[in-house]
T-cell receptor
């Protein structure tokens, strides 16, 4: 069965721009979580969605937002990009919140 | 707040040399402790979930164990293809998020 699909794989953006990342979960998985991974901070939780509702949010500024659609696909948006937003953004999906399958991530570089 | 500390940060072993990776954690009610393997440029790959102290799980050359304060990932007779970063994460009761440690970068030398 297909895994978690994230698009695009790579992105280069300029400071001040905004960006939208996409995640398609495993079929049947209704929970989608987003994480930011940087060399200094490791994996940091951004937010989690279940049935189009945000259930939990990490300690990130309001520039980071997300949503989930009725087919469980999810998007995250970062507005007014800063250099420090350069990171690997990972999406994970789960059927029952007892096991999370990650995608390969989107590598965002802000210049 | 949930916390996870992994040690060592990096470990170099000869092929066939067994060792253990440590994950110390604090959480207000453990829902699950997760081990992942991550290769460069890829997302974490799920290895194990442990739910209660005393639980053990095995997969090929890997064995994960759990106590009330820490988990160990034992690697027996490792091969070069076991080289990766191993991540530990905890999930608290009533919580949807995983809290990760910073990982152990394992290198197996042929």
């Amino acid at each position: 069965k297909a895994g978690v699909t994230q698009t695009p794989r790579y992105l280069i953006k300029t400071r001040g721009q905004q960006v939208t990342l996409s995640c398609s979960p495993i079929s049947g998985h209704r929970s989608v979580s987003w994480y930011q991974q940087t060399p200094g901070q490791g994996l940091q939780f951004l937010f989690e969605y279940f049935s189009e509702t945000q259930r939990n949010k990490g300690n990130f500024p309001g520039r980071f937002s997300g949503r989930q659609f009725s087919n469980s696909r999810s998007e995250m948006n970062v507005s007014t990009l800063e250099l420090g937003d350069s990171a690997l953004y990972l999406c994970a999906s789960s059927y029952s919140n007892y096991g999370y399958t990650f995608g390969s991530g989107t590598r965002l570089t802000v210049v | 707040e949930d916390q996870v500390t992994q040690s060592p940060e990096a470990l170099r072993l000869q092929e066939g040399e067994s060792s253990s990776l440590n994950c110390s954690y604090t959480v207000s009610g453990l829902r699950g402790l997760f081990w992942y393997r991550q290769d460069p440029g890829k997302g974490p790959e799920f290895l194990f979930t442990l739910y209660s102290a005393g639980e053990e799980k095995e997969k090929e050359r890997l064995k994960a164990t759990l106590t009330k304060k820490e988990s160990f990932l034992h690697i027996t007779a490792p091969k070069p293809e076991d080289s990766a970063t191993y991540l530990c994460a905890v999930q608290g009761l009533g919580n949807e998020k995983l809290t990760f440690g910073t990982g152990t970068r394992l290198t197996i030398i042929p």
